[in-house]
């Protein structure tokens, strides 16, 4: 029993020997690597945005008027700076502006009147119809020729020069001089008085015809006498288209005289239509071939060659389209005809303004 004794104790002995030497032999367990923790993200700081730079509205350049150059000048409407100078017109086309210059040239075309701003074709012009005419105290081309003027209207084109038409008198500005009086010294009241004193009395037995004077009163009848050469006013001869209704009628063998000197006066020399220059001022009949027309709401042209700006040309004004049957510009366009007129020159180019068809005769 002792035996046994040991040998259980020497098996429990071996047991525990064995277990120790079994959890001897086992590995170690692997220690794991820690775990990566990246670097934190790097943020940089935002970048400085510079607020930007104040950069201050560019001003027009102020416009220089040609009118500032001219000493001891005035504008009645003082100064403005709404106004161009007549060389920028082109560039307003189509609106409503005012604009400045000096009226260089004038010309009166019988049907229009032209106010040039500039001594050379292609400039601005103010544009006056006979229609406006008595709206001013003088004829346009006399009142304005040569002065400093404002002019306000709507700009349009004619043949690609810019121009505006002037219906109204308060359309235009004139400028005066330093020291020129406004209003010019009248005695008007000591006219009018010399004129009445200078009216006698008219006996009954004499006829008054009524006769315009044009010295501040409207209707004078002075006494008047038939005398063989004219008729006496006030004692004075006067030797006018007057005194042929004073004058007896004339004979039958003077009136046939009268008539053929009349019919010799009337007769109109036939040129011509590269001559026509050569006859400024009389009344001719030009010959030639209408090559090309122009027609506008305003005008009508019919020129005789393609250099129409310094050749001869025929034209026509709106109130007289209707007096023809058809439109000129297509009627006549190709044609060899005669025109007759006085011939007037315009833009340095010679010109007959046609009222009536009867002035043109188509050369069969």
Not at 39 to 58: G, I, M
Not at 79 to 98: C, L, N, Y
Not at 202 to 217: D, F, G, N, Q, R
Not at 310 to 332: C, D, G, Q, R, S
Request: charged fraction near 20%.
């Amino acid at each position: 029993m002792g035996i046994h004794r040991i040998q259980l104790v020497g098996i429990i002995w071996g047991l525990g020997l064995l277990l120790l030497g079994g959890m001897a032999c086992q590995a170690a367990p692997a220690t794991p690597y820690p775990t990566y923790t990246p670097y934190p993200t790097y943020t940089p700081y935002p970048t400085y945005t510079p607020y930007p730079t104040y950069t201050p509205v560019a001003k027009p350049e102020p416009v220089l008027l040609p009118s500032l150059e001219v000493e001891n000048l005035l504008w009645p409407k003082g100064a403005r700076d709404d106004v161009i100078p007549a060389s920028d017109a082109h560039e307003f086309i189509g609106e409503r502006i005012i604009v400045e210059g000096q009226v260089l040239r004038t010309h009166n075309a019988g049907s229009v009147v032209f106010l040039d701003f500039s001594k050379k074709s292609g400039g601005f012009e103010v544009v006056i119809f006979p229609d406006d005419w008595p709206k001013f105290p003088k004829p346009p081309e006399v009142l304005f020729d040569k002065q400093w003027v404002r002019v306000e209207g709507v700009i349009d084109t004619y043949e690609d020069d810019p121009q505006i038409i002037v219906k109204n008198p308060a359309q235009m500005e004139v400028a005066m001089t330093l020291g020129e009086p406004i209003f010019p010294t009248c005695d008007c009241q000591a006219e009018v008085e010399t004129v009445e004193a200078d009216i006698t009395a008219v006996p009954e037995s004499t006829p008054t015809p009524t006769i315009k004077a044009h010295a501040l009163v409207d209707e004078v009848t002075p006494e008047h006498t038939p005398t063989s050469e004219g008729v006496s006013v006030d004692g004075a001869t006067v030797f006018s288209d007057t005194a042929s209704a004073f004058a007896p009628p004339a004979s039958d063998d003077e009136a046939a005289e009268n008539s053929v000197e009349d019919s010799a006066e009337s007769a109109t020399s036939l040129v011509n239509w590269q001559e026509a220059a050569s006859y400024q001022g009389q009344r001719v009949t030009v010959a030639g071939q209408v090559v090309a027309t122009y027609h506008s709401d305003k005008v009508t042209y019919l020129n005789f060659d393609k250099d129409y700006r310094n050749t001869f040309k025929v034209v026509i004004f709106p109130e007289a389209w209707e007096l023809f049957a058809e439109p000129p510009e297509i009627y006549y366009k190709e044609m060899a005809i005669q025109v007759t007129g006085d011939v007037t020159i315009y833009r340095d180019a010679p010109q007959i303004i046609v009222d009536n068809p009867d002035q043109i005769e188509v050369v069969q």
